[in-house]
């Protein structure tokens, strides 16, 4: 069974600071997909940065990037200097590419000291 | 362009009622989801549908039914609520093109007494 493990219930960092969340996952798949969303305490759950297994190069969307590491199954979100707003729960989810489900870790508490 | 809404945002109900959550999308999407999500859980996924008429079972279906009558629309139904049920209730949705986004509504708050 496909498992997605988020080892960081909570980190913490300081604004303009770079913070790293982890996320490891389990598959015997070798196509598939890979996501970072953001849920701030609005519920509202958003696409951080989306990551297909086949591309070797790392995703980044602005401050955002990944790191993805296909032999260690390790799929770690690396934000550069964090903003006050980047404050959110980031959850880290896997979907195989013959499957239509997602599947998520639990979860990381992200918080921005000012 | 109003992505994905769902109705109501808050619901409370007692044990034994029933209710319908309503999920839109107005991005032509083929593919619609319902999820619950719950404290320190990721999201669950309790039914699908990859195209009108069309639904299929998720991580967790027990005590849920779906409808899929119009493209645009995702019905999630309890016939018989449980505190077990209390939760938050996510619905997305997705083009058929492989591994494309979900995206998401704003959720609902569930709580059965």
């Known amino acids: 069974a496909q498992t997605v493990t988020q080892s960081q219930p909570e980190m913490s960092v300081q604004e303009a600071e770079t913070v790293t969340l982890s996320c490891t996952y389990d598959?015997?798949?070798?196509?598939?997909?890979l996501f970072w969303y953001k849920q701030p305490p609005s519920r509202q759950m958003i696409l951080v940065i989306r990551?297909?297994?086949?591309k070797q190069q790392n995703a980044t969307e602005n401050r955002f990037s990944v790191n993805f590491q296909k032999a260690a199954k390790s799929f770690s979100l690396k934000i550069s200097d964090s903003q006050l707003g980047d404050a959110a729960m980031y959850f880290c989810?896997?979907?195989?590419?013959?499957?239509?489900?997602?599947?998520w870790g639990a979860g990381t508490k992200l918080i921005i000291k000012p | 362009n109003a992505g994905v809404t769902q109705t109501p945002k808050f619901r409370v109900l007692k044990t034994g009622q029933s209710m319908t959550l309503l999920c839109a999308q107005d991005?032509?999407?083929?593919?619609m989801y319902w999820y619950r999500q719950d404290p320190g859980m990721g999201l669950r996924l309790i039914h699908y549908s990859v195209g009108e008429g069309t639904t299929a079972k998720g991580e967790v279906p027990d005590g849920y039914n779906v409808s899929r009558l119009k493209k645009q629309n995702f019905l999630l139904g309890l016939e018989s609520a449980a505190p077990s049920q209390t939760s938050v209730y996510f619905c997305a949705s997705s083009s058929r093109v492989r591994g494309d986004t979900q995206y998401f509504g704003p959720g609902t708050r569930l709580t059965v007494l």
């Open positions: 989810a896997y979907r195989a590419y013959s499957n239509y489900q997602l599947i």
């Open positions: 991005m032509n999407h083929e593919y």
């Open positions: 990551q297909e297994a086949y």
């Open positions: 598959t015997s798949e070798s196509d598939y997909y």
